[in-house]
């Protein structure tokens, strides 16, 4: 999942105005916007309800926002349903509510309440990224995308738009589109461009090439030192390209600017577990969660370090691998791996279910083919016609985070 920009800005402004007593918020908003701030979830929802009775709306979006980065999912719904009571249209809560419902596999009503945050603020950046991923999740990737390419339409030369547009393109595995919406980014923002070069660089390593991958980031930096974000992804790149000294010495370089984010947490576990430091992956997972246990990416780079540690741990591999799909039933990395690591499981009609289920979602994407090609190669004669299984359903038992 990816930030939420508008949301933050939304909590620093409460925070200045309580703190300033220039807007009308009861102090304990400010109290808990700067727990949030801090990862305090806890304190943040306490905070916040002392002043639900004078500032309802403000105080209990503020409560489901702490809920839900803690993956205390049906308090944090609770909580969305008394704020909205204060403003049934309120775009923020709604959002809110939608990536609850999202994170608890909730994929249709995630969608209609997303739809409706959307309604509600047509030119909300949150609103409409959620909806695409929601409409993803909920396997209409067409209808995601091209929500996304409207409201680019709508203002195409709004860079800020084509760099959502670049992130679904992404999210959907269309990498030559993502790359081209990134350097529409660059384009349009040519002063703010290290941002474009570092999601084009993202873009790069999702389509393994690393080298390519450390160019982008390379310049994100020349243009502006201090790009975090660019700064995790050279630090991946350097590490798939077996640099390990300078991989580790450049996410250390990056850290004190990311400032515990969840991208710099995940570029950390990623890089220690490619320089083979499982402790240092696993610290790096385990506050990751903590600072939002609703993020499929956490799961999936879990398993994936699970799987380094051998075959005695291929079960809880699989287990977060299904954990991460529950959430985000389009993740094909995931389908993926829990394919291959269903291979080793001594159940041979579940490996071959678990290939079919990925054919079934990846035989289109053009990004993915040598991954198709192999899952063709590995299948049994008798399997029957690839790509022809349904949709998998989501796990009978669907894992809540925390």
């Not at 990816?2 to 007593?21: D, E, N, Q, T």
């Not at 291979?343 to 990846?362: H, I, V």
């Not at 991954?371 to 049994?380: G, I, T």
């Amino acid at each position: 999942m990816r930030r939420l920009p508008s949301l933050v800005l939304l909590l620093a402004v409460g925070a200045a105005c309580a703190a300033a007593a220039g807007c009308g918020l009861p102090a304990a908003i400010g109290r808990g916007d700067a727990a949030v701030r801090r990862g305090a979830y806890d304190e943040a929802d306490a905070a916040y309800v002392s002043a639900g009775a004078r500032a309802p709306l403000d105080a209990w979006r503020g409560a489901c926002h702490a809920r839900l980065l803690a993956g205390k999912l049906a308090a944090a719904l609770d909580a969305c349903e008394r704020a909205l009571a204060a403003n049934s249209a309120d775009a923020a809560t709604l959002t809110l509510k939608g990536r609850a419902l999202r994170a608890s596999a909730r994929h249709d009503e995630a969608v209609r309440v997303l739809q409706a945050a959307r309604a509600a603020g047509p030119d909300d950046r949150d609103a409409v990224a959620w909806l695409g991923m929601a409409l993803v999740d909920d396997l209409r990737r067409g209808e995601a995308l091209a929500t996304l390419r409207a409201w680019v339409d709508l203002r195409p030369d709004n860079p800020v738009r084509w760099a959502e547009l670049a992130s679904l393109q992404a999210y959907v595995y269309d990498l030559d589109d993502a790359e081209r919406s990134w350097r529409k980014v660059i384009d349009l923002d040519p002063a703010g461009a290290a941002a474009g070069y570092a999601g084009l660089a993202e873009a790069f390593l999702l389509h393994d090439q690393p080298h390519e991958a450390r160019r982008a980031a390379e310049t994100a930096l020349d243009r502006y030192s201090a790009q975090p974000y660019a700064g995790a992804v050279l630090a991946r790149a350097l590490a798939r390209e077996g640099e390990k000294a300078l991989a580790r010495s450049r996410l250390d370089a990056s850290a004190p600017a990311a400032s515990g984010a969840i991208f710099a947490l995940l570029s950390r576990a990623e890089v220690g577990r490619l320089l083979g430091d499982a402790a240092m992956a696993r610290a790096a997972l385990d506050a990751a969660r903590a600072r939002d246990a609703t993020d499929e990416r956490i799961a999936y780079e879990r398993g994936l370090l699970l799987e380094s540690l051998g075959p005695a741990s291929a079960g809880d591999a699989r287990a977060a691998y299904r954990e991460a799909l529950a959430i985000r039933p389009f993740y094909l990395e995931a389908r993926w791996r829990l394919a291959l690591a269903t291979e080793t499981s001594g159940d041979p009609t579940a490996y071959r279910d678990r290939l079919l289920e990925f054919l079934a979602q990846a035989r289109d994407v053009a990004a993915l083919r040598p991954w198709v090609d192999d899952a063709l190669r590995r299948l049994p004669p008798d399997s029957g016609t690839p790509g022809s299984a349904p949709t998998p359903a989501a796990p009978e038992s669907v894992p809540t985070p925390g």
